[in-house]
């Protein structure tokens, strides 16, 4: 049986399955490493520590690296496999997931840049749900990379609905720092600072949907679409 | 918020989707709206062999229909009984009906000569006739009896060669013979000589297997462009020209018509695993 994917036989030329493995563990490495920056990102929001900070920033790195890995492969087993049916929609789905992920480490990043604006200030309810924020990103994330490796269509479909959750959180979030901006109108920095931190993980929920979306795609071929409400 | 909301506007389940192999029931449509040939409960035996096993489908107008699979699959077996090519087999038996315009073509009363103009077919290897360039295209509307004149059957000579996009490198020497040209050249001749006896489909078995990558596209391009004017079917071993050239694909399988439906939902998104496993090269 094909370690590949699950329930796909070997392809008969071996070295077009070596390709996908390949592109399969850069993936999940890529998606491995997002998953400690966000939770480098929950320790410096606790810690607030400038070194775990910048650590986080230059995390950023070799995740770029990572998805120019990516994209260069899928260029070349397109030009030499010209993959069908499943094949296809996996190769065009990991290109897109990877961008997916790029850029979640760039918000994660971008947090690690931002947290500085909390130094010395208490901004005790804001912050909780900013944490429960990047709490519930984590865990959808880990889910997500769990979901890419089974191709299971009723998981993505689970994951894809639990952005809700961060929308929540977010509204939460939103609603307590409005009230702390109107009690301490004098630490404008700081606020802003937090809305942006709470603005990057609301945006990295929307990239993780994207995900759980392009896994739905690779597993049946068809478009996960949340009707107009 | 409400639960219904939340759940997928289309959303389906790949494991209640898929067909599995032991299953070789017909996936897909094989009917459609104002047929060109229609095609029901066609069995083919080679003696004893079973080689197309109760096969329905339908021919459309205007389209490209391709017939891809496994060598010994069928598909070719099945377009050669498209226009009666089987009955030159001694010990080809083939059952059920096949009809063109509503007309049985199996039919005592149906002369394969006429049958086989209406119905002409290409080869895999070019198979000009050794005579000139002229003579290649003019054999058929002659002994057909379509041209009344020398003017007329010229004139056929030439509509042929340019709808089969070969006039402009043939037209000064038309004398010569069909074969000095160069196997895309002598192909393309051979789809002159088929358009030449007006026909409604043209039969394509490998048309392109023998031809280089240019010669190829030659090709493609034609069959493209004869689209609008004739139904084409092909059998071809190159997914990618099936997925190029045809609006409709047929998958077949040691006899089986195993899948057909539109050409960009087999290449990107087939029901059946069989299907699944032969194009993207997990066959075997």
Known sequence: MNQEYPMKKEHTVKSFDEELQLLKSLVVDMAGRCEEQLNLAVEVIDSRDAALAKTLVSGDE???????????????????????????????????????????????????????????VSLDDP???????ARISLSMLSDLIACYQTLDSEKAVVLWNRDDEIDAA????LNQLQLFMSRSPDLV?????????????????????????NIFFIATGENLLKPAR | MNNEANQPAKRSNPGGLRVDRENRETVGEPFIEDPRMTCRNVDVFYGDKHAIINVSLDIGKNEVISMIGPSGCGKSTFIRCLNRMNDTIDTCR????????????????????????????????????PKSIYQNVAYGPRIHGLAQSKEELDEIVETSLRKAGLWDEVKDRLDQPGTALSGGQQQR??????????PEIILMDEPCSALDPIATARIENLIDELRHNYTIAI??????????????????????????GPTEIIFTNPKHQLTEDYITGRFG
Do not use: W
Not at chain 1, 170 to 173: I, L
Not at chain 1, 205 to 212: E, K, M
Not at chain 2, 189 to 198: D, E, H, K, Q, Y
């Open chain 1, 62 to 120: 070799r995740i770029n690296e990572l998805q120019n890995e990516v994209d260069s492969l899928v260029v070349k087993i397109l030009a030499k496999r010209q993959p069908m049916a499943f094949d296809l929609r996996m190769i065009i789905s990991v290109l897109k997931i990877v961008a997916e992920l790029e850029r979640i480490a760039d918000y994660a990043a971008g947090m690690g840049k931002l947290v500085r604006y909390l130094d010395g």
């Open chain 1, 127 to 133: 912050v909780t749900s900013l944490k429960k924020m």
């Open chain 1, 170 to 173: 977010y509204q939460t979030f």
């Open chain 1, 189 to 213: 920095e700081a606020s802003t600072g937090t809305l942006f931190m709470g603005r990057n993980l609301e945006r990295i929920g929307d990239h993780l949907t994207n995900i759980a979306e």
């Open chain 2, 94 to 129: 083939v059952r059920g009906q096949i009809k063109l315009d509503g007309r049985d073509i199996y039919d005592e009363s149906i002369d394969v000569v006429p049958l086989r103009a209406q119905v002409g077919m290409v080869f895999q290897k070019p198979n000009p006739f």
């Open chain 2, 189 to 198: 001749l051979c789809i002159a000589r088929a358009i030449a006896v007006s």
């Open chain 2, 235 to 260: 059998v071809t071993h190159s997914m990618q020209q099936a997925s190029r050239v045809s609006q409709r694909t047929a998958y077949f399988h040691l006899g089986d018509l195993i899948e057909i």
